[in-house]
């Protein structure tokens, strides 16, 4: 698929701008903070309803504006569709397809698919788990959107018992200092309620997670093959928080967690029923930190190097390489499936190859990479790239170039 | 800011549910310019909603008695009752012509985020009036949300062991949403392929 063209008003730096896009390559060339990312991050927000900058809509409206419009036609072999999203911070956004309303922004998802690179992307090796878990999930919605309501039900599950694990702690603390011990006993006949849609809504996002990691895996090593010299092999493992320890509410290692051990069989009744056995076990702890410390919500996606931790062991270079490899692998995912997989995804037919976004990566890789990189996603349908000077693109990466300056767009070849 | 009633007027239509700040001004504004007629009549409503309307004593419905039309209503079955959360579901669900029996309204359901239990909904009422045996069947009716889900869950477990076939609406309803805004052939089809929770 790609994107045949984008308009925004009030998104970022921008009061009103079109942009006619084509397949193939577009590199998008000017100085620092001309608004280049603004435009691509306009165009993965439309397949993620999330910036890859920001977690909140409010900075993506132009200051000054009350809400900010992104509209993109997305080309999908010969049908294509017009989305349109209304960003509307404080209040619901809107949404509509083709000029028709439809009842919440998340039906868009799917209609356009993206993988992005940026900058950020280290944070993948070198940071927090959350970034990692976010890169699933992600995945996740575009393989197949509705998770999206899985995910989100999770969330409200999450924020629920976690009020009734703090309210219960507060009451047994204060029971503690005077007052009866009996006070927290009305939370806590619901808890076992909350305990029960964890595990049941945990356990989908849990096997999900473990078969998209699956999945992931033979492609994550392929391109991180190609794009560092071949040394040391790349392995993905996931680590839940089923076996979390009593001590430290710490996940310890569980049999999920061997780097490159498949997990396909594993099923969402067993998980359902460990993870309300961990929670059973951890609960004295969750009442007294008020905290969720059982659930997908605490797991990790495993980097393994050479059959070392990437965190931590890995280079610069090879954590760069790695967090290719994440971008690489998902893109081959998307377009391809994988050839063993009996979940359908493989069924996803012509056109479903998404969008390549590299937004300033070259300027950060060192020529090797930078090349075989350019040479890897050359082929794509679509590649939209940035960089602050037209020498930060690779040759390989030959197509139109857009010069954006000051809010402005001109296609100059 | 305004002088006294002006603000006044605008404050208190604030509080009102889905009225911001704006829409409060331009109501208020509206009023100010409205026939004294009109807004008599609007007044008078509001007093009268106040003062006639009640909650239905059995069920928990809204009411210009002491029970509502539905509990006094003759020809309806006694033994099946459907649980939702507020009045505006019985209406939705009436719309359907699909169900025969009682209702009981919740006033709500277990949200810890806003600090509802168990203990502030209408949950012993409900109790007393599965008492004498009559009831054999309880349709747990809330909404398809993660909140919904969870009094469900609740109410199964304490009515399931008691003897009762208990039953929730079959899927197919918007996920995530409220009973409400669900159009009246799905939620007639979630009524009639009701699925039996048995722990
Ligand atoms: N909500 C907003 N309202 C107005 N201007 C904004 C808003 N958000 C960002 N900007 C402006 O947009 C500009 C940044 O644009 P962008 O990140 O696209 O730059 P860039 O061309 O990618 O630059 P670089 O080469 O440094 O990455 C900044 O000047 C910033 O002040
Ligand atoms: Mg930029
Ligand atoms: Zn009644």
């Known amino acids: 698929m790609h994107v045949s063209h984008l308009s925004l008003t009030d998104y970022r730096s921008y009061e009103q701008v079109e942009l006619p896009l084509e397949p193939g390559v577009s590199a998008l060339v000017g100085p620092n903070g001309q608004g280049k990312t603004n435009l691509v991050e306009a165009v993965g927000y439309v397949a993620t309803l999330g910036s890859h900058r920001v977690s909140s809509d409010a900075a993506l409206v132009r200051a000054g504006a009350s809400r900010a419009v992104v509209r993109l036609r997305a080309d999908r072999n010969d049908r294509s569709t017009l989305v349109e999203l209304e960003l509307n911070p404080g209040k619901a956004n809107r949404a509509q397809v083709n000029r028709s309303p439809v009842r919440r922004p998340r039906d868009v998802l799917g209609i356009l698919r993206t993988v992005l690179f940026a900058p950020e992307d280290l944070a993948l090796v070198k940071g927090d788990p959350e970034g990692r878990r976010r890169l699933l999930d992600e995945l996740a919605v575009q393989v197949s959107p509705r998770i999206v309501a899985v995910l989100s039900d999770y969330d409200r599950v999450l924020r629920q018992r976690g009020a009734l694990l703090k309210s219960a702690g507060a009451a047994r603390r204060g029971g503690r200092r005077g007052g009866s011990a009996e006070d927290s006993a009305p939370d806590l006949r619901t808890l076992d309620v909350w305990d029960a849609k964890l595990a049941q809504i945990g356990a989908q996002i849990l096997r999900n997670r473990v078969r998209l990691v699956d999945q992931l895996r033979p492609h994550v090593a392929r391109a991180y093959e190609q794009v560092s010299d071949g040394q040391g092999a790349a392995v993905l493992g996931y680590r839940s928080s089923l076996e979390a320890s009593v001590d430290d509410g710490r996940p310890a290692p569980s049999p999920l967690d061997e780097p490159g051990v498949p997990h396909l069989d594993v099923s969402i009744e067993l998980l359902e029923a460990q993870l309300l056995e961990a929670m059973s076990r951890m609960r004295r702890q969750e009442i007294e930190r008020g905290v969720n410390l059982v659930g997908p919500h605490r797991d990790d996606l495993l980097l393994h190097l050479g059959g070392m931790p990437a965190k931590g062991y890995a280079s610069h270079g090879e954590s760069w390489s790695y967090a290719l490899a994440l971008r690489l692998a998902s893109y081959e995912l998307l377009t391809h499936g994988t050839p063993e997989d009996e979940t359908g995804i493989s069924g996803w037919g012509d056109g479903a190859e998404p969008v390549l976004i590299l937004d300033d990566v070259f300027a950060e890789l060192d020529s090797r990479r930078r090349g075989r990189l350019a040479t890897l996603v050359a082929k794509a349908e679509q590649v939209l790239v940035t960089a602050a000077v037209a020498e930060d693109v690779p040759e390989q990466l030959d197509g139109a170039r857009i010069d954006v300056m000051g809010g402005q767009v001109t296609r100059v070849r | ?199």
């Not at chain 2, 669900?93 to 949200?111: D, M, P, Q, S």
């Not at chain 2, 899927?171 to 009524?191: C, H, I, K, N």
């Open chain 2, 1 to 199: 800011m305004y002088e006294g009633a002006v603000q006044d007027l605008i404050d208190e239509l604030g509080r009102l549910p889905g009225v911001g700040p704006k829409s409060a001004q331009r109501i208020a504004f509206h009023l100010l310019a409205a026939d004294p007629v009109d807004v008599r009549r609007l007044v008078d409503a509001l007093t009268e909603v106040k003062a006639r309307v009640q909650f239905c004593t059995v069920c928990g419905n809204v009411s210009q008695e002491e029970h509502c039309r539905v509990c006094r209503d003759p020809r309806r079955s006694n033994e099946v009752i459907c649980v939702v959360e507020e009045p505006k579901d019985v209406v939705a669900i009436e719309r359907t012509r699909e169900f025969r029996g009682k209702y009981h309204v919740l006033g709500g359901a277990i949200n810890p985020i806003d600090n509802v239990g168990p203990d502030d909904l209408r949950i012993s009422e409900l109790m007393s009036r599965l008492a004498d045996g009559t009831v054999t069947e309880v349709i747990l009716a809330t909404d398809p949300n993660v909140e919904g889900e969870a009094t469900s869950t609740y109410l199964a477990r304490l009515l399931v062991p008691m003897g009762l076939r208990v039953t929730r609406l079959a899927s197919g309803l918007p996920v995530g949403g409220d009973l409400e805004y669900a159009d009246e052939v799905t939620l007639g089809r979630a009524f009639e392929g009701r699925r039996q929770i048995s722990a």
